[in-house]
């Protein structure tokens, strides 16, 4: 079956830095995104990785090793605005997106 | 960028009515969009998938009598919830795939939070 694992939730501190994992296990792939939701919101796109390595977009880096079915997106010298939830989502052999069930940022003062 | 609207952003309806909601991409033809159902604190649920000028394909476990999805032109697709009831309280994200931008990415629409009393 697909299967997107990442953390329910994760707590960090104003002005730190964060690394948020994923994993995945999808038949087919064809990237994978990043999405930030914050409460009550739809879903904004961040990021977009198809080839392995990193990239970077200003204080957000999202980082895609294929081999290993791993991603990870990482947040410098965060915000409190920062505080929402996470998507990694993959698109399959058919181009659907599958998603995580999404990681709570909680920033701290 | 892309830009996705939906319509309403909030309904409450009474249980046994019927709901439309649509969603339009505002700069772009969306030959694909998708709708998405969100309880709170889950993840987004895929409901089904929607071609311009075809029938929707719905995901397992959705009844597509009572979700009607129409997906008439380039830029608009609507969803009718029939017959509602409470446990259809969610909210509703429609999602467009721009064809001339990186596959598989989605333009989300802000959403609409149905209550059905």
């Known amino acids: 079956g697909q299967n997107i694992d990442q953390p329910t939730e994760m707590t960090a501190t104003e002005g730190a830095i964060v690394q948020i994992n994923c994993t995945y296990q999808?038949?087919?792939?064809?990237?994978l995104f990043w999405y930030q939701q914050h409460a009550g919101e739809a879903p904004t796109f961040l990021s977009y990785?198809?080839l392995d390595g990193l990239e970077e977009k200003g204080r957000f880096s999202s980082f895609l090793s294929r081999s290993k079915g791993y991603s990870y997106l990482l947040l410098k010298e965060l915000q409190m605005k920062d505080s929402a939830s996470y998507l990694c989502?993959?698109?399959?052999?058919?181009?659907?997106?599958?998603w995580g069930a999404g990681t709570k940022l909680i920033i701290k003062p | 960028g892309a830009v996705v609207s939906q319509h309403p952003s909030r309904v409450i309806c009474k249980s046994g009515t019927s709901v439309k909601i649509e969603c339009r991409s505002l700069?772009?033809?969306?030959?694909?969009m998708f709708w998405y159902r969100q309880f709170p604190k889950q993840s987004l649920m895929l409901m089904a998938t929607?071609?311009?000028?075809?029938?929707?394909?719905?995901e397992q476990g959705v009844e597509k009598d009572k979700f009607l999805i129409n997906h008439a032109s380039l830029t608009l697709s609507t969803l009718t919830v029939t017959s509602a009831h409470p446990e259809d309280s969610s909210f509703y994200i429609c999602?467009?795939?721009?064809?001339?931008?990186?596959?598989?990415?989605?333009?989300f629409g802000p959403g609409t939070r149905l209550t059905v009393t």
């Open positions: 700069d772009f033809q969306a030959t694909t």
């Open positions: 989502a993959v698109s399959d052999s058919n181009y659907q997106l599958i």
């Open positions: 990785n198809v």
């Open positions: 929607s071609n311009e000028g075809s029938k929707a394909t719905y």
């Open positions: 999602s467009a795939r721009d064809p001339g931008r990186e596959v598989g990415e989605q333009y």
């Open positions: 999808t038949s087919g792939f064809n990237g």
